[in-house]
């Protein structure tokens, strides 16, 4: 492409409303332009970068045997009022009016749809498994869309759909898909990590999240220092070794007036926060019984509590929520910030760390008061102990291999298996090997075709701006002429490499604006990117050379030009 | 593809709702599904189709230097309400609300997006001229959506908007475009025309529709014999020929009781429909006064009026518009079937033809009584002749090169001299070579997707199904086993065509359900569309050949099987 018949829309200011670093960048690339809240122009440079997105995916989909289709945006009210989701889903599903005044919503996911459509299509177990995508326009009416196309309204996604009679065979798919994805994001040439996720109500293994890794995460992914380990924190098992030390401090009742926060106490008494205990109250169902309860959970004070964990206690409601400070007040006679575990009416959680502490101080049940010295079973009753925790860099991992770090991602891709969810609600059923009715099982593959963009920037960039990987480069290698309106040597040779490259298959951009400074050109081909930049001046040229730079590492080197197309085609291969 | 792992849903009963051939047969090849009225479900297919068109479309437009881009399917009211168009819009554009209430519509097309977005974008003539395209899914929120795909509510289109700041520059990328347009359909293998259109405002010359031609279109195109006249019959000027005859009879009041249509006078007095005029009171108004009046257009009684040629009258009201039958009787003092043109108080505009014929009937403004043997000037004055008929089979050619035919036409492109419209309305303004800001003028260039494929269909099937041009051919060649479970050397063969074909850049469609019998898989690969097809059996085998069939020409012949290759190749590229 010549940059003369190119929209080039790079920008030296900031946008005041773009706040993390791909958002930032993608306005002043020029790869996006907003429109209204959470809706976005790609302009021409951004949706280069989205095909390639969207070619590699389909080829792995192709590859692993999912066939391609296409379903609408626009979907009727009555398939989600079958599944159930019409009432369900919240706000973000944008329920609309036709001119005759029929219900329809701009679909968010195509379960519905899909089944709707297989319950008609597939009749036997001879067409199955099957398993169908699409890379097609979603719409998700977000309350306050930010971030960009990292979290806006209008996004691409590739979503599959498999349907199956039985869990081998959905399993099967599912592992497929996991390799599909495991190839996609290879070849997008990302650091990213296949994560264990919370999918509710089948269980950990039967879901797994695509993390694209980048500070600016908003998820927390724990790592074993091994490599066997892999899981979003909400799914990470604590591990918690060692032994309780021996009691060696009285148990006292002491004043802590105004001192309300694990960090007042802590500092008032000159310890860690990690020798306070908190105990926090949560609602509940007592299981046998069935009367409502308040649960108390008791964890060590520099640990967060791990709602995920907490709502799967069998006594505990979920969604998981918290007492009020009323409720607290009526059901223990003191405010929350001096509670403690000693004594209570309700049941005693207390998480495997904090069952190992010793010495330590706790709220009193008393307001102004907590105990110092405290140990279990000596001076409290301890009762039973579960996981409760976020694990915390330096915890061993779950899987034995040394211990765990945490780092953040994006969740880019999610591979879920449904079970029969909605196969069951909207009677989509085959004929089985006996010849009789059997409702099929379904696996789920979503892939952020948009947001790829978005945590490719996140991971890639540096102050001069983005750092495509090769596969995802609007451009592979950009060519700057030094002067070229003074130079017919110049535009010659720049003419020769434009064509030897497109020739060659490579995907030049020549910077052919003939009186562009310099400077402008480089800074532009750095702020869009462009992985290798060759620049071609008068004197190189007298010595029979150009300067190549590349995006990310910086380095610079003089190739005879004859060579530069091999040193290219050897860079971009790998 | 192997047929085993693809999703044929071949089906042989026609649904009821299908009414033309198209819709029939996307049905029953299994190429789309019914999701809801006016939205469909595209089978992989029936998707392998579309994304033909689209890779075709986007060659080619980038080919003409257009750029691509992707513009959302939601956009802000407030971009509408700038251009005037969220009032003027009719019930097709679907306006939606909100979490937040706020107005959003479903894109029915894009020209206030585009328009905002280059308004900011493109800051000085040098970036011009400038063309953007998006292939995109749009809505319109059809009445009555019918026809399957050829008028859905949801649909996809390519849409190209350019700019420019001079006429002479639009007519440049307008005249590109046209010549891409036909390169597009010249590659799709579809005999179509492109159609001089009516575009109101600005003139014949700056719109052009592309048709496909096939006998269920909804367009009437008139050709000349000669070659050189084409135009959609709205916009084909009648010449008439010849002299008016002298009269030979005498101009009597006759009494019709009863006789109120051409039908009724022409049996009543046994001569032609075109030996009737016959009078239509419309509404107009008076171009020096400004005052309303009727107008009275007088046709032969077998021409039919031309809306637009009757719109373009500067005393005709636009829309065209008939006074009712009070208005007439109120007018004239006599009903709709006895009006004629002697004597009217309004003014009389009479088409070319009519202004021609002699010793005609016509009514008497009397209700129950015609005039017969009435000739112009001797028995009623004859004021402004215009041309206001619709041409027919037969006419003259405008160019003067033979005569006119009519074909029916479906249009699926729609290319469009826009001016300012837009660009006046929503400020898009650039600064000129002289420093000063100067409003853009734009063209756009419409190309339904979608619709191209119900269009290749209609023109394109036999009773056995669908007839793919090469190009759209979703697979372009089957290979057919006969009893394949039967014979190993069948098997081994057409694994090796399989695998040869797709070596050497062809799709083909394996039909390899072991058991599947022949005359249900060629049934199939026919309704399909395939346009080749290689049979391979046993005894052909012996003798080292195969059967070719030909799905156009129903051709069969036998083809050594080491040459079977190279006949497709040969066929295919031609």
Redesign the interface.
């Known amino acids: 492409m010549r940059a003369s ?3 080039i ?1 790079t920008q030296k200011e900031t946008p005041a409303d773009a706040v993390i670093i791909s958002h930032k960048l993608m306005l002043r690339a020029g790869l996006i ?1 907003k ?2 809240a959470g ?6 440079l ?2 280069r970068v ?1 095909r390639k997105v969207e070619a590699i995916v389909r080829q792995e989909m192709d590859r692993a ?1 999912a ?10 009210a ?1 398939l989600w009022q079958e599944s159930g989701r019409w009432e369900q889903y919240g ?2 599903l ?1 329920r ?4 005759h005044t029929n219900d ?1 919503c ?1 679909g968010p996911t195509h379960e519905e ?1 899909i089944t ?2 297989i319950r ?2 597939v009749k036997s177990y001879k ?1 199955l498994p ?1 398993n ?1 995508y699409q890379i097609q ?1 979603k ?1 998700r ?1 977000e ?1 306050r869309p930010r971030f960009g196309v990292m979290r806006s ?2 996004f691409i996604m590739k979503d599959a759909y498999s349907f199956h009679l039985s869990q081998e065979s959905l399993q099967q798919s599912y592992d497929d898909m996991y390799k599909a994805y495991s190839a996609i994001f290879d070849r997008f040439g990302l650091d990213y990590r296949a994560v264990a996720a919370d999918n509710g109500s089948i269980g950990g293994t039967a879901s797994h999240e695509f993390h694209v890794l980048a500070d600016s995460g908003e998820d927390d992914i724990a790592f074993s220092s091994g490599g066997e380990f892999v899981a979003n924190i909400e799914l990470a098992e604590a591990i918690s070794v060692g032994e309780r030390a021996a009691a060696t401090e009285a148990f006292t009742e002491v004043a802590t007036p105004g001192a309300r926060t694990v960090d007042d106490v802590a500092k008032l008494f000159e310890v860690e926060n990690s020798q306070v205990l908190k105990t926090l109250i949560v609602k509940g169902v007592n299981p046998e019984t069935e009367e409502e309860t308040l649960v108390a959970l008791v964890l060590r004070g520099d640990h967060e509590l791990n709602d995920v964990k907490a709502e799967k206690l069998d006594i505990v409601s979920e969604p998981l929520t918290f007492a009020s400070d009323e409720e607290v007040k009526a059901a223990v006679g003191a405010s929350p910030g001096s509670i403690g575990p000693k004594g209570l009416s309700m049941p005693v959680i207390v998480d495997r760390a904090a069952a190992l502490s010793a010495d330590f101080l706790c709220g009193a049940n008393k307001n102004g008061y907590h105990f110092s010295g405290a140990n279990w079973e000596r001076d409290i009753e301890l009762g039973r102990v579960e996981d409760l925790r976020n694990v915390v860099a330096g915890d061993p991992s779950p899987a034995g291999d040394g211990v765990l770090d945490i780092k953040r991602g994006i969740e880019v891709g999610h591979i879920f298996q449904l079970g029969d969810k909605y196969s069951k609600a909207m009677n989509a059923t085959v004929l089985d090997e006996n010849g009789k009715q059997a409702t099929m099982i379904m696996g789920c593959y979503g892939l952020g075709v948009t947001r790829v963009v978005a945590a490719a920037i996140e991971q890639n960039h540096d102050d001069n701006g983005i750092i495509w990987p090769d596969a995802l480069a609007p451009f592979n290698v950009a060519i700057v002429p030094i002067n070229m309106h003074k130079s017919e040597a110049v535009a010659q040779q720049c003419e020769q490499f434009y064509q030897d490259f497109t020739d060659a298959g490579l995907e030049p951009l020549f910077m052919d604006e003939a009186k562009a400074r310099l400077g402008v050109m480089l800074a532009d081909v750095e702020l869009m990117g462009l992985p290798h930049v060759i620049i071609v001046g008068d004197r190189g040229l007298e010595s029979g050379v150009v300067e190549y730079k590349n995006r990310r590492t910086g380095e610079k080197q003089e190739i005879a030009k004859d060579q530069v197309l091999a040193h290219l085609q050897s860079l971009i291969a790998n």
């Open positions: 018949r190119f929209l829309a332009r429109m209204a809706l976005y122009n790609w302009l021409p951004g949706l989205l045997g066939q391609e289709m296409l379903m609408p945006v626009v979907q009727p009555e706000g973000e944008l609309i009016k036709d001119r329809f701009l749809v709707d459509l008609v299509e067409q099957a169908f326009t719409f009416d309350t309204r209008e």
